[in-house]
């Protein structure tokens, strides 16, 4: 369905077309992401500082694409208030909480190699019937980190053969590390993540405002179960085991793992 709100403004389904196009933050995002791919390819200057822009850009990339996968099925499902609050438009800052959702991934990806869920783009839930359409809005993210992942794994199995220098494959590593880091932790049960939001409209009424009541500090619990050293050890255990499967080297990624670490 197609129309005019304003004269020579086309409209989809009764929104603007501007709302879909692409913010010039996103395309600067991936203007940075190839740039800093070829100046990592060309060992340019100072070459962690290169795969360090390369794994951050590309991060913060995958982080728009995540957020726009759930909005974009949000908006297939009936919300189609989510277009006008621009998360069709890929625009990190219009996210519910930048820092939440770039600032704090970002910072956890530096400190410890971590692919932290960002909680950024605000549904109406109210406005998509039925059960299952919840249950795909939540998780059309963590789908495309998985899909990010087996992408980059495949790039790291096949595209050594093709040459280019050891860093650049390295960061590459790091990348589908993150990806697979992700995915993992966006498909926990917890509470305000989305792996507890795929499970919650399928939850009984009285487990369901129980789990509206913890939902809001999803973050800070799956903080607290990370803390714990047991957890920690039995999480990666299983992201390292899942990397493995995949034939992702572990080398690799550790090694890209230094890099962006430039100024130590």
Not at 32 to 45: A, D, E, I, Q
Not at 66 to 80: I, K, L, M, N, T
Request: a neutral charge.
């Amino acid at each position: 369905m197609t129309g005019y709100d304003r004269p020579g403004e086309p409209l989809i389904l009764g929104v603007p077309r501007a709302a879909f196009r692409p913010s010039p933050i996103f395309l600067a995002l991936v203007a940075l992401f190839v740039v800093s791919g070829v100046m990592t390819w060309n060992r340019y200057g100072n070459v962690g500082f290169d795969v360090f822009l390369f794994v951050v850009s590309g991060w913060l990339v995958s982080l728009c694409l995540h957020e726009y996968a759930h909005a974009v099925v949000a908006y297939r499902s009936g919300d189609r208030d989510i277009a006008h609050r621009g998360y069709l438009t890929l625009n990190p800052l219009k996210y519910t909480s930048p820092l939440l959702s770039i600032v704090l991934p970002v910072v956890v990806v530096l400190l410890g190699g971590i692919g932290l869920p960002g909680g950024a783009v605000w549904v109406d839930r109210h406005a998509i019937p039925g059960r299952l359409r919840h249950t795909l809005v939540s998780l059309a993210g963590p789908a495309t980190n998985v899909l990010f992942t087996l992408t980059l794994v495949a790039a790291v199995a096949w595209g050594p053969e093709l040459g280019g220098p050891l860093e650049f494959w390295a960061g590459v590593g790091l990348l589908a590390f993150l990806q697979l880091t992700a995915s993992v932790l966006n498909l926990l049960p917890v509470p305000g993540l989305d792996g507890g939001n795929m499970l919650q409209p399928w939850l009984s009424p009285a487990y369901r405002r129980m789990y509206d009541l913890f939902a809001p500090y999803g973050f800070i619990l799956l903080f607290a179960l990370l803390w714990s050293p047991q957890i920690n050890r039995v999480f990666f255990g299983a992201v390292f085991a899942v990397g493995d499967a995949l034939g992702l080297p572990r080398e690799l990624y550790q090694i890209g793992y230094a890099l962006i670490r430039f100024w130590e």
